[in-house]
């Protein structure tokens, strides 16, 4: 029987590639609730199961922060589809100082190890993955979220296209705050909802807005916002979950905006323009207008 109080897990890995100690503590900062593992006290895990994240910096990162948390001694299993930097689990591990044992099943990669008395190279590893200041942007971010090291082109359309807005509103999946200071610079704006479902990027919009006017929820919008009567909403909304394509979460995002407006209320958005939203826009609002096409983005204004 396992020590239930001592073991982790970051993300959700498939059950029939790596079993789950029982009431292991979850860590994906894109899991509202879960615990950060940054802050996990150094040597208190038994055992540890990572999904590891597709990014390099941001892979190593979490690997790192793994074996830290861990005993040494500690059992640490790490895998990811193959294609999506599975296949360098094993080299990371053993750049860490890991015996490593690997297997392949189902495209994925899955490595074991035990956590070595004396890890090598972590705070490097530690210090390439943890937030930072981009001078570029002028703005905090972290690796892992989304765009973190470059300013997206959907996101930059909508940011120097956005007319000034007023009264209460909210940005759906504000990321580190792009959209948020772009709207906040409109001095008629009373107050700001920023949600996002990844933590890193609520941390970093925090530390990037500093407005009185603001406040910041860590939650997955398709379960609902709990706003109600909004002058406003904006957003870029996501297209992938895990990986894969999915445009139901754009479309999750869009009616969540629908419902959390007020009649006349407004949303901007910006999407890929193969991305089928004007459909739900107009089953769901008044008037819907392409506002502005260019490098492969459209912009909507949709009135409720
Ligand atoms: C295309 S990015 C836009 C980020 C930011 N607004 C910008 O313009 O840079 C979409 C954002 O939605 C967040 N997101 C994805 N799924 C979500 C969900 N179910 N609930 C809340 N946020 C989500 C992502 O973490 C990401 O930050």
Redesign the pocket.
């Known amino acids: 029987m396992q020590d239930t109080k001592s073991s982790g897990v970051y993300g959700t890995p498939p059950a029939e590639l790596a079993e789950i100690p029982i009431g292991a503590i979850q860590f994906s900062p894109l899991i509202p609730g879960s615990g950060p593992l940054e802050q996990q006290e150094e040597g208190s895990l038994g055992e540890m199961v990572v999904l590891a994240p597709p990014g390099t910096v941001e892979r190593r990162y979490t690997i790192a922060l793994a074996l830290r948390a861990l005993k040494p001694g500690g059992s640490l299993t790490v895998l990811a589809p193959k294609d999506k930097g599975g296949s360098r689990i094993a080299k990371e591990l053993k750049g860490f100082g890991c015996d490593v044992a690997e297997t392949s099943r189902r495209h994925h990669r899955i490595c074991s190890a035990e956590r070595p008395v004396l890890p090598v190279g972590l705070d490097e590893a530690l210090t390439e993955g943890s937030p930072r200041l981009d001078e570029a942007l002028g703005l905090w971010t972290w690796p892992g979220?989304?765009?973190w090291n470059r300013l997206?082109p959907g996101?930059a359309l909508l940011e120097q296209n956005l007319p000034p807005l007023s009264g209460r509103g909210a940005?759906f999946?504000?990321?580190?705050g792009?959209?948020a200071r772009a709207i906040l610079a409109s001095s008629k704006v009373e107050h700001l909802a920023l949600?996002?479902?990844?933590r890193r990027?609520i941390e970093m919009a925090a530390r990037n807005i500093d407005d009185a006017r603001t406040e910041v929820h860590w939650?997955?919008?398709?379960s609902g916002t709990g706003l109600k009567g909004l002058d406003f909403v904006v957003m870029?909304?996501?297209f992938h979950d895990g990986g894969a394509e999915d445009q139901s979460?754009g479309q999750a995002f869009i009616r969540r905006a629908a419902e959390a407006l007020r009649p006349g209320g407004v949303l901007w958005l910006v999407a890929n323009r193969h991305l089928p939203y004007e459909a739900v826009l107009k089953t769901l609002f008044k008037r819907v207008t392409p506002k502005i096409e260019a490098n492969g983005y459209k912009i909507y204004e949709a009135v409720k």
Not at 195 to 198: E, K, S, T
Not at 219 to 222: G, K, L, S, T, W
């Open positions: 979220v989304f765009s997206d996101s940005d999946g504000c990321g580190i792009i959209l949600i996002d479902i990844d990027a939650a997955d919008i398709r870029n909304p996501p979460l």
